[in-house]
Each structure stands twice: as structure tokens, then as C-alpha cells.
């Protein structure tokens, strides 16, 4: 195989993409509210995101994943070592920066925790049968959302107000609720393209419920309402020009490349790489 498709596939489906992205969220936020950047939040954002997705691929291992008819699966558990080595490493940084925080952000992390893993452990039941919240039908999308808003807009407040550093809460209470848009923005394209895989394990999403073309649309209003809305809040102007720079390069990315019939598998990561972009976006117009 090619050296930087090897690359690529350890990048993509290792989910040390999702956790870079997870970084720049984080750091986002101190840009947007004007914080101390906290490079100790920052790294538990990045560690726990990683563990956090490998635990729910772990949780829907196939019997045979080699037979499973998508690549990600068969990648991942082909190479088991990369996927325990990566917890390994990411298990030992997150108990470091944890010696680092307040004990307020080790009570916020425990309640966003249990709303992380609820998602994926079977301790609810569902027509008599045992699953996680993801069973329950359009709640896939929104649990995603608030639960990256807590982590990368909340853990960084929380450790702040702790620490004693001025917090103006209007602005960082706006911050994450537009921070639950844009990762609905991010996130529904990946729901449509994953439908006939949402069906093979049994889970209802918003395309599902809504229909495909119905779900694109909802992407477009979505992109619409979430610029209308930035600029009304009170965020310093450089920051508001990198956001909805943003939101129009995916807009355009959605336009011509994501919702084209012919698209690839791996074309929507470029979704992934827009929660880096963002960031990058807004620092460059902050400088």
C-alpha cells in the first residue's frame, strides 16, 4: 500500500484526527472568550475524545471483523496494537493533565463522562432489549453536539471559573450553543452518508426519520441560521469573520463535493478537518 494511504488510514480511522480537532475546539474557545489558553484542558480534551470514540468501536466489534463489509472496522481491528498502543498512551497523558486541574473540572468531566458513555453502554432497554442512548431514534445527532459543546466549550470555562478567571458567562453560554450548531452541521453529513450502516446496527437517525434529500436541505438552514446568529452575539469581530468564513467554505464543500451522488467514503472526513479549519480560520484573523 501506499505510504501516505497508510497514512491516511492511521490519521482517519486511529481517531487521532477527531482528537486533534477535539484540541482545536478547545483552543478555539479560548480564543473567542479571551482566556489564558490551559494547555493541561487542552490535552485532557484531545485524550479523553480519542478514548472515548475507540471505546465505542470497541463496544460495536463484529464477530468477524475482518468480514464486516467497511473498511474502518476491518482497519481497526487489523491493527489491534496501534489501537490499544494509542489508548495506552492516551490513558497515561489524560491521568497526567488530570494531576494538573481543578477538582471543579474533575466533577464537570465525571457528568460529561457519564453522558459520553451512556451513549454506547447498553444500560437502558428498548423494546426489551438492552442499548445505549444511540438507540434512541434522532438522538444521535444532538447527543454528539451537547456533548462536544460541554467538553470543548464547557471544560475549559470550568476549569477557568475555578482557577478564579473572569468568565463573562453570556458569552461563553452563546459560544455553546452555537458551538451544538456547528457540530450539527458537522456531523449530520456523516448520518447521511452512514445510513445503510445506521441501519446494519439497528439505529434511527435524523435522515432516517427525515429522508435524505429532506436531511441535505437541513444542512443548508442549518449553515444559514448559524451565521444569522453570529452576528448578533457579542464576540469580538475577528473572531465572528473566521467563523462564518468557515461556514461558508463548508457550505461550498457540502455544494460541490459531500452531496454529489458519486462521492466518496472518506470525502465527508473533510467535516473533521473543517473543526480544524475553523479554528485556524479565527487565528487568522485574530492575529
Same mark, same amino acid.
Given at each position: 500500500?501506499?505510504? %501516505?494511504?497508510? #497514512?491516511?488510514?492511521? #490519521?482517519?480511522?486511529?481517531?487521532?484526527?477527531?482528537?486533534?480537532?477535539?484540541?482545536?475546539? +478547545? =483552543?478555539?474557545? &479560548?480564543?473567542?472568550?479571551?482566556?489564558?489558553?490551559?494547555?493541561?484542558?487542552?490535552? $485532557?480534551?484531545?485524550?479523553?475524545t480519542l478514548l472515548l470514540y475507540n471505546f465505542s468501536l470497541f463496544l460495536s466489534k463484529p464477530k468477524n471483523p475482518q468480514d464486516s463489509p467497511y473498511l474502518r472496522t476491518r482497519w481497526?481491528?487489523?491493527?489491534?496494537? $496501534?489501537?490499544?498502543?494509542?489508548?495506552? $498512551?492516551?490513558?497515561?497523558?489524560?491521568?497526567?493533565?488530570?494531576?494538573?486541574?481543578?477538582?471543579?473540572?474533575?466533577? *464537570?468531566l465525571g457528568v460529561v463522562g457519564i453522558v459520553s458513555v451512556g451513549y454506547s453502554l447498553p444500560i437502558f432497554r428498548f423494546s426489551g432489549k438492552a442499548g445505549g442512548l444511540r438507540q434512541?431514534?434522532?438522538?444521535? =445527532?444532538?447527543?454528539?453536539?451537547?456533548?462536544?459543546? %460541554?467538553?470543548?466549550?464547557?471544560?475549559?470555562?470550568?476549569?477557568?471559573?475555578?482557577?478564579?478567571?473572569?468568565?463573562?458567562?453570556?458569552?461563553?453560554?452563546?459560544?455553546?450553543?452555537?458551538?451544538?450548531?456547528?457540530? =450539527?452541521? +458537522?456531523?449530520?453529513?456523516?448520518?447521511?452518508?452512514?445510513?445503510?450502516?445506521?441501519?446494519? &446496527?439497528?439505529?434511527?437517525?435524523?435522515?432516517?426519520?427525515?429522508?435524505?434529500?429532506?436531511?441535505?436541505?437541513? +444542512? &443548508?438552514?442549518? #449553515?444559514?441560521?448559524?451565521? +444569522?446568529?453570529?452576528?448578533?452575539?457579542? *464576540?469580538?469581530?475577528?473572531?465572528?469573520?473566521?467563523? #462564518?468564513?468557515?461556514?461558508?467554505?463548508?457550505?461550498?464543500?457540502?455544494?460541490?463535493?459531500? *452531496?454529489?451522488?458519486?462521492?466518496? &467514503?472518506?470525502?465527508?472526513?473533510?467535516?473533521?478537518?473543517?473543526?480544524?479549519?475553523?479554528?485556524?480560520?479565527?487565528?487568522? *484573523?485574530?492575529?
Open positions: 500500500m501506499n505510504p %501516505l494511504k497508510k #497514512i491516511y488510514h492511521f #490519521i482517519i480511522f486511529s481517531n487521532v484526527l477527531i482528537a486533534s480537532a477535539a484540541m482545536a475546539q +478547545c =483552543l478555539l474557545t &479560548y480564543i473567542v472568550l479571551g482566556l489564558p489558553s490551559n494547555w493541561y484542558v487542552v490535552g $485532557i480534551e484531545g485524550t479523553a481497526v481491528f487489523g491493527h489491534e496494537r $496501534i489501537f490499544w498502543l494509542n489508548n495506552l $498512551i492516551a490513558s497515561v497523558l489524560l491521568l497526567y493533565c488530570l494531576g494538573h486541574v481543578h477538582f471543579y473540572t474533575w466533577l *464537570f434512541v431514534p434522532g438522538l444521535k =445527532l444532538f447527543h454528539i453536539a451537547v456533548v462536544w459543546s %460541554l467538553s470543548s466549550v464547557g471544560l475549559p470555562v470550568v476549569e477557568a471559573w475555578g482557577e478564579a478567571v473572569p468568565v463573562d458567562w453570556g458569552q461563553a453560554n452563546a459560544l455553546g450553543f452555537l458551538k451544538i450548531l456547528f457540530l =450539527l452541521i +458537522c456531523t449530520l453529513p456523516f448520518d447521511i452518508r452512514d445510513m445503510k450502516q445506521d441501519s446494519y &446496527y439497528h439505529l434511527k437517525t435524523i435522515p432516517h426519520l427525515i429522508g435524505e434529500r429532506k436531511a441535505k436541505l437541513l +444542512c &443548508y438552514i442549518l #449553515i444559514g441560521i448559524h451565521i +444569522c446568529l453570529l452576528v448578533t452575539v457579542p *464576540f469580538a469581530v475577528p473572531a465572528k469573520a473566521g467563523v #462564518i468564513l468557515t461556514d461558508i467554505l463548508i457550505g461550498i464543500a457540502l455544494y460541490f463535493v459531500l *452531496f454529489k451522488k458519486n462521492v466518496g &467514503y472518506h470525502q465527508v472526513y473533510l467535516l473533521d478537518v473543517a473543526l480544524l479549519v475553523q479554528y485556524f480560520c479565527v487565528l487568522l *484573523f485574530v492575529l
